[in-house]
């Protein structure tokens, strides 16, 4: 297991050895020896069909960090940097990951997150650092011209919540 920089300070992605055989594969996901910034408190786990986006959430109050793996399909993931001091805030990183990849990806607190389903199904598990709080989840548009993210579907399936998020002005 390796840890790889991105150009976001405290982003990365986590390389993992996958062992294939006739039977299918193993993949280990996490080792605490491999990032000791973050207790992971509690698991979470998404179905999507292809076409569902969904994001770009955060906690606006004890952010939580994220180590999120594709464990069925492949999605197009986002992380937009909310962090205001960061020489990133306002950018974000993207990465097609998918259950064939041997990568899985660390976002620390401080970042939205959003995905796009890009296969028939996709089943997306992730750790949280901190546990959710409802009154504190917030939304920014996916398609908020400002952020231009490149996302790969025009015309996504989207929940009522996510089609209501914030744009990212209004954020600041």
Not at 150 to 159: A, D, E, H, Q, T
């Amino acid at each position: 297991m390796k840890l790889i920089k991105t150009k976001f300070k405290g982003l990365k992605l986590i390389k993992s050895k996958i062992f294939k055989d006739k039977r299918g594969f193993f993949k280990e996901v996490f080792q605490d020896k491999i990032e000791k910034n973050n207790k992971f408190v509690f698991d979470c786990m998404s179905y999507s069909r292809k076409n569902v986006l969904r994001g770009l959430h955060f906690q606006s109050i004890n952010s939580q960090a994220k180590l999120l793996t594709v464990a069925e399909g492949k999605i197009f993931d986002v992380s937009l940097d909310l962090r205001k001091k960061s020489k990133s805030y306002g950018k974000y990183f993207s990465i097609e990951l998918s259950q064939d990849s041997d990568l899985s990806i660390l976002i620390p607190s401080g970042f939205a997150h959003g995905f796009l389903c890009l296969s028939k199904k996709c089943v997306v598990y992730y750790k949280c650092s901190k546990y959710r709080n409802k009154k504190s989840e917030k939304t920014i548009l996916w398609n908020d011209p400002d952020l231009a993210i490149k996302w790969p579907c025009k015309k996504p399936l989207v929940s009522k919540k996510d089609k209501n998020g914030i744009s990212f002005k209004n954020l600041k």
